[in-house]
Antibody, heavy 119, light 108 residues
Framework: QVQLQESGPGLVKPSQTLSLTCTVS??????????WSWIRQPAGEGLEWIGR?????????NYNPSLKSRVTISVDTSKNQFSLKLTSVTAADTAVYYC?????????WGQGTLVTVSS | EIVLTQSPGTLSLSPGERATLSCRAS???????LAWYQQKPGQAPRLLIY???SRATGIPDTFSGSGSGTDFTLTISRLEPEDFAVYYC?????????FGQGTKLEIK
């Protein structure tokens, strides 16, 4: 059973960089032809897909155009992890951030981690 | 970007009743690349349906999906107490992937 767990600071100051890591257990992140994604959800609102990375050596990425200029997703197969960096954050980036498996539909999700942007 | 509009915003029903949730897309996105998720408070979304009508692993057959083109439906044939939650549709026929705003299914 694949499990995902997000980790990272729960509080980030405006204009700084949000950094989160997703640790995958129950299987190798590099096995199978899977993409790994980040999705976020502001409190009381809907879901927004942030971007994805492929699990092969190429680490091919695709990002939501609305965030593309500020987002980087990377993968570390040796640690079975993938990561999210979001630069120049504002209060609008306050949300629960989820990591998930998939790039089409998402069949495994982490429990989510709340990141608050505030000084 | 494809916009998904879900209706109704809130659906009030009793256990044992049938629920019908709608998801309409702003444009066709090719084939039936639509998924449905259930989300309970404080939890991550759970995949219910993919390919518009295929149930995900472990999902009971009381859940069914249908539709094509721009109009899709999630039906829960007989509501159990644990089915009351928020439901989201999501398209994956076009990038970026987008979600509907959700339908809250509440106990009447």
């Amino acid at each position: 059973q694949v499990q995902l767990q997000e980790s990272g600071p729960g509080l980030v100051k405006p204009s700084q960089t949000l950094s989160l890591t997703c640790t995958v257990s129950g299987g190798s992140i590099s096995s199978g032809n899977y993409f790994w994604s980040w999705i976020r959800q502001p409190a009381g609102e809907g879901l927004e897909w942030i971007g994805r990375i492929y699990n092969s050596g190429s680490g091919s990425t695709n990002y939501n155009p609305s965030l593309k200029s500020r987002v980087t997703i990377s993968v570390d197969t040796s640690k079975n992890q993938f990561s999210l960096k979001l630069t120049s954050v504002t209060a609008a980036d306050t949300a629960v951030y989820y990591c998930a498996r998939g790039s089409a539909y998402f069949d495994y999700w982490g429990q989510g981690t709340l990141v608050t942007v505030s000084s | 970007e494809i916009v998904l509009t879900q209706s109704p915003g809130t659906l009030s029903l009793s256990p044992g009743e049938r629920a019908t949730l709608s998801c309409r897309a702003s444009q066709s996105f090719g084939s039936n690349y639509l998924a449905w998720y259930q989300q309970k408070p404080g939890q991550a979304p759970r995949l219910l349906i993919y390919g518009a009508s295929s149930r995900a692993t472990g999902i009971p057959d009381t859940f069914s999906g249908s539709g094509s083109g721009t109009d899709f439906t999630l039906t829960i044939s007989r509501l159990e107490p644990e089915d009351f939650a928020v439901y989201y549709c999501q398209q994956y026929g076009s990038s970026p992937r987008t979600f509907g705003q959700g339908t809250k299914l509440e106990i009447k």
